[in-house]
T-cell receptor, first 112, second 118 residues
Framework: DQQVKQNSPSLSVQEGRISILNCDYTNSMFDYFLWYKKYPAEGPTFLIS?????DKNEDGRFTVFLNKSAKHLSLHIVPSQPGDSAVYFCAAHQTGANNLFFGTGTRLTVIP | DSGVTQTPKHLITATGQRVTLRCSPRSGDLSVYWYQQSLDQGLQFLIQ???????AKGNILERFSAQQFPDLHSELNLSSLELGDSALYFCASSDFSLRGSTVNTEAFFGQGTRLTVV
């Protein structure tokens, strides 16, 4: 049972434009969400996170939005750069459950 | 460098064989996770250990097992290997420490072991 879903396996965006990656979850008990970025032949690296008490968290070009009622989060990258081309995973956590649930990932390609 | 070390980086073996993947977590991290990433698939959670004890189990096959040792390193054992077991296997570690009012659940990943079963 996939509790965290990324329904778009891939996304292509022109350099300089906005990239929006989406993630849906089913467990309403999740209270902390993370985005990871993965380059080929490397392990995923942490990018940005958001607590369920917030609806937005911003870090430079990266902003994560959380819509708890819709059980949906999104990652916005503005402006997109070719170096952002990677696979992005969203993950969710429930306090007390020492585990992260990952989505299947979205491959972002930023076209120069 | 995430601080998580996985060995070997690459492994090629035949069907029916058994292999052991090793993971050394970041210094001080008590939790170790194992994930599998098959071709074009997401990260599938296999199993988690916390301070030597199994804490959570995902879609881990009965042919697979893991353990975490007193020095906190972990090993993932894969036996009776099949072609479909070919994948990237990642180890991650975290400390789940409390920092202020937020539980730090960030997990740090190793570079993975690429297993090819032929």
């Amino acid at each position: 049972d996939q509790q965290v879903k990324q329904n778009s396996p891939s996304l292509s965006v022109q350099e300089g434009r906005i990239s929006i990656l989406n993630c849906d979850y089913t467990n309403s008990m999740f209270d902390y969400f993370l985005w990871y970025k993965k380059y080929p032949a490397e392990g995923p690296t942490f990018l940005i996170s958001i607590s369920s008490i917030k609806d937005k968290n911003e870090d430079g070009r990266f902003t994560v939005f959380l819509n708890k009622s819709a059980k949906h989060l999104s990652l916005h990258i503005v402006p997109s750069q070719p170096g952002d081309s990677a696979v992005y995973f969203c993950a969710a956590h429930q306090t007390g459950a020492n585990n992260l649930f990952f989505g299947t990932g979205t491959r972002l390609t930023v076209i120069p | 460098d995430s601080g998580v070390t996985q060995t070997p980086k690459h492994l090629i073996t035949a069907t029916g064989q058994r292999v052991t993947l090793r993971c050394s977590p970041r210094s001080g991290d008590l939790s170790v996770y194992w994930y599998q990433q098959s071709l074009d698939q997401g990260l599938q959670f296999l199993i988690q250990y916390y301070n030597g004890e199994e804490r959570a189990k995902g879609n881990i096959l009965e042919r697979f097992s893991a353990q975490q040792f007193p020095d906190l390193h972990s090993e993932l054992n894969l036996s009776s290997l099949e072609l479909g077991d070919s994948a990237l296997y990642f180890c991650a570690s975290s400390d789940f420490s409390l920092r202020g009012s937020t539980v730090n659940t960030e997990a740090f990943f190793g570079q993975g072991t690429r297993l090819t079963v032929v």
